[in-house]
């Protein structure tokens, strides 16, 4: 790209669009791509152009569209599409909904190598159909190819962004508590469940209300993964009081805990465990009162087929703190964004 008169740039190609914005017109006036004619040299002035950028053959670089095409290219994403280049730039858009996986190494490791910004939804977003996942353009007009063919290089042997889909799971829900099993008080759990697993592909089987009663637990736990069950929910005991029995339960089933009790508020007490390939969430009673608890957080995740570690539940400290905002607008917000 070279910059040059309008009475040099005669018979050249323009490679970058000219915006005029006056009551009749506001877009392109001249399009990337025009090869300028003495036609246009008025017509350039009214725009107060003197100047103008000119491709340049064979000097090794790429215009702001082909870059963005480029990089979408390095980085498909199933279940998502790009767009055409729009000033510059591309976005990703979900055809489905999905939980969006970030390689955030490889993404710092791209915009650290000079022109490309990439810019994306948090690592974990549970994303929707329709919804932009990401962004990709260089900064300047044109670029050195060269700094694209790096990026091509890197994405070659490692995945850059991720929609995976949400799975099916057949779901056992246990509420545990005397009181509920006596119908002295009424269960609300139930609703609460019931109503976060809605967005999601899955069969309830049933959910079952136990007395604290360790055999029961266990009992009603063996019967639902009996009929399939790869997903199980538990409420109620989830505390550390010694006669609170789910988490001993879960033990008892042969589950292996990843983790009981997690650096994130609401859902301090949350447990999670696997037994073979079911996965077991614990879920403290703050799911009752808050609308949005680390439930809220861990169900997508779930569905999506994510396999917990502890270290994940480290992580969450950072941005586990939900602000109990009047109104809630999660996803959109900070909590659980690690």
Not at 125 to 144: C, F, H, N, Q
Not at 180 to 185: A, E, P, T, V
Not at 190 to 196: A, C, D, F, M, S
Request: charged share 20%.
């Amino acid at each position: 790209m070279k910059k040059v008169t309008i009475e040099q740039a005669v018979g050249l190609t323009l490679c970058h669009d000219i915006t005029a914005i006056r009551d009749d017109l506001k877009g392109a006036a001249f399009r990337r791509g025009h090869v300028i004619q003495e036609a246009d040299i008025p017509a350039l002035l009214d725009l107060g152009k003197r100047t103008v950028f000119v491709w340049e053959e064979n000097a090794g670089e790429i215009h702001e569209e082909d870059a963005a095409l480029r990089m979408a290219a390095m980085a498909p994403v199933q279940g998502a599409h790009y767009t055409t280049p729009t000033e510059g730039k591309v976005s990703l858009i979900a055809d489905r909904p999905g939980m969006l996986r970030v390689n955030s190494e490889l993404l710092q490791t791209i915009n650290a190598i000079g022109d490309i910004t990439i810019t994306t939804l948090p690592d974990h977003y549970p994303a929707e159909e329709g919804m932009r996942l990401a962004s990709m353009r260089i900064v300047p007009l044109v670029t050195k190819e060269s700094q694209i063919i790096e990026a091509e290089r890197l994405c070659a042997s490692q995945t850059l962004l991720e929609l995976r889909p949400y799975t099916f799971r057949r779901v056992g829900v246990i509420i545990t508590g005397s009181e509920l099993y006596s119908g002295r008080i009424q269960d609300k759990f139930e609703p609460v469940v019931r109503t976060k697993l809605k967005p999601y592909p899955c069969e309830i089987l049933g959910v079952s209300i136990c007395d604290d009663d360790l055999d029961m637990i266990v009992e009603t736990a063996k019967q639902f993964l009996g009929q399939g069950a790869d997903l199980l929910i538990f409420s109620g005991g989830m505390s550390v009081d010694p006669d609170d029995l789910t988490p001993s339960a879960i033990r008892k089933l042969g589950a292996q805990v990843i983790t009981h009790g997690a650096p994130a508020q609401p859902g301090n007490m949350t447990l999670a465990a696997y037994l073979g390939d079911t996965a077991i969430l614990g879920v403290p009673s703050a799911a009752i009162k808050m609308p949005t608890t680390l439930f809220d957080v861990l169900l997508p995740q779930v569905f999506a087929g994510e396999k917990f570690t502890k270290e994940d539940f480290v992580r969450l400290g950072n941005g586990g703190l939900c602000q109990q905002c009047k109104s809630c607008h999660f996803p959109n917000c900070t909590f659980g964004r690690y």
